[in-house]
């Protein structure tokens, strides 16, 4: 029975894995986190689990150890921060100003604690870019100091999209398990013609002005734009960008030639399709296909966290703290979507029942 086991989320951010998993019915007693600020949007959607502030590369064996439910089996879950990853995707050669960021020696500390407390089953969330930075040795490194402790490990590229989320974001998701039997990744269950799309996912969200904030929701708010900027998405169409406009919008950049690949800044989404990857700049107009399908602004931070999959109760904003829409861009584009934690929480199920584990 999925009561016999306990859950601590290491990396958790806001609560987007944590959640997906206590959907499925897993008990979800601690997420630890670097940034202070995730603590409210954690605990308060999350009642159970507690938020834990402490920075990975300090946390002890022990300490972990203590977070999880006495008595029950261990299930060990997290992304660890992928930025050094996703600027290895931009910048392949550029080892040496990846090397001076601590960030990706987390995934070092991940492992280091999977094989001092013995969970039964760990799970990892990650870029794509991870298994071909620094020539994959990272991801097998990692592999590696699983499988000398008797681990059975397995990867998957996977596409929040075939999930029903509506969003295209790809993503590699790891397994570890003690079992015999390693754990495969459920089946998609949506395809091209059944995607969740845009329209879908907004369905009846209140319009918004660019600057405005809705009354009754104070997350659904979008930046303001400036005269320059509405005049630049009044010429977009939907699904368009910056080539609808005419010669005087279009930025310097773009009349160069290297600029004419840049297809997806400052475009609108379209309502038949999926919302792009969501990144922690997905309220900036220029930072990528985030403008409204139809309206003048860029996507809301409430559109935003709904296209990871958030509820649309999800509180983010705590009362008794100032509003700032650029940390909690932050927190909502690095989180990993609630679709994609059910996947990973019924993967897990699955595997237990095949196991006779549960």
């Given at each position: 029975?999925?009561?016999?086991?306990?859950?601590?989320?290491?990396?958790?951010?806001?609560?987007?894995?944590?959640?997906?998993?206590?959907?499925?019915?897993?008990?979800?007693?601690?997420?630890?986190?670097?940034?202070?600020?995730?603590?409210?949007?954690?605990?308060?959607?999350?009642?159970?689990?507690?938020?834990?502030?402490?920075?990975?590369?300090?946390?002890?064996?022990?300490?972990?150890?203590?977070?999880?439910?006495?008595?029950?089996?261990?299930?060990?879950?997290?992304?660890?921060?992928?930025?050094?990853?996703?600027l290895y995707n931009k910048k392949r050669n550029n080892l040496k100003a990846i090397s001076k960021d601590n960030k990706w020696k987390l995934l070092d500390s991940f492992a280091d604690l999977i094989l001092a407390t013995k969970p039964e089953i760990i799970s990892m969330e990650n870029v794509l870019s991870l298994e071909i930075f620094n020539n994959g040795k990272v991801l097998q490194n990692f592999i590696n100091k699983l499988e000398s402790a008797k681990y059975k490990v397995s990867y998957f590229k996977v596409n929040a999209q075939d999930y029903g989320v509506p969003q295209r974001r790809k993503r590699l998701v790891l397994f570890g398990t003690k079992n015999k039997i390693p754990i495969n990744i459920i089946s998609p269950t949506h395809s091209k013609g059944n995607y969740k799309t845009v329209k879908q996912a907004l369905r009846k969200m209140p319009k918004l002005k660019s600057g405005e904030t809705n009354k009754k929701d104070p997350l659904h708010h979008c930046r303001n734009l400036g005269e320059l900027n509405l005049r630049r998405i009044r010429a977009t169409k939907e699904g368009g960008f910056w080539r609808d406009w005419p010669e005087e919008l279009k930025l310097d950049c773009h009349k160069k030639e290297g600029g004419k690949s840049f297809r997806s800044v400052y475009g609108r989404m379209r309502w038949d399709d999926v919302a792009p990857t969501i990144t922690t700049y997905c309220?900036?107009?220029?930072?990528?296909?985030?403008?409204?399908?139809?309206?003048?602004?860029?996507?809301?931070?409430?559109?935003?966290?709904?296209?990871?999959?958030?509820?649309?109760?999800?509180?983010?904003?705590?009362?008794?703290?100032?509003?700032?829409?650029?940390?909690?861009?932050?927190?909502?584009?690095n989180a990993v979507p609630v679709g994609l934690g059910k996947v990973i929480g019924e993967s897990i199920i699955k595997h237990l029942k095949e196991n006779g584990k549960i």
């Open positions: 029975m999925l009561e016999d086991y306990s859950v601590v989320d290491l990396f958790c951010g806001v609560g987007g894995l944590t959640h997906g998993l206590r959907l499925k019915d897993f008990d979800v007693t601690a997420g630890i986190d670097f940034d202070a600020s995730c603590e409210y949007a954690f605990n308060a959607n999350n009642q159970g689990a507690k938020f834990h502030h402490i920075d990975v590369l300090e946390l002890r064996p022990k300490q972990l150890n203590s977070f999880f439910r006495k008595g029950k089996k261990k299930i060990l879950v997290g992304c660890a921060p992928c930025q050094p990853f996703s309220i900036g107009l220029g930072n990528g296909r985030f403008g409204h399908p139809e309206e003048d602004r860029a996507m809301s931070l409430r559109e935003a966290a709904i296209f990871q999959d958030f509820p649309r109760t999800y509180k983010f904003i705590d009362p008794q703290v100032k509003f700032s829409a650029t940390k909690l861009a932050r927190q909502i584009g």
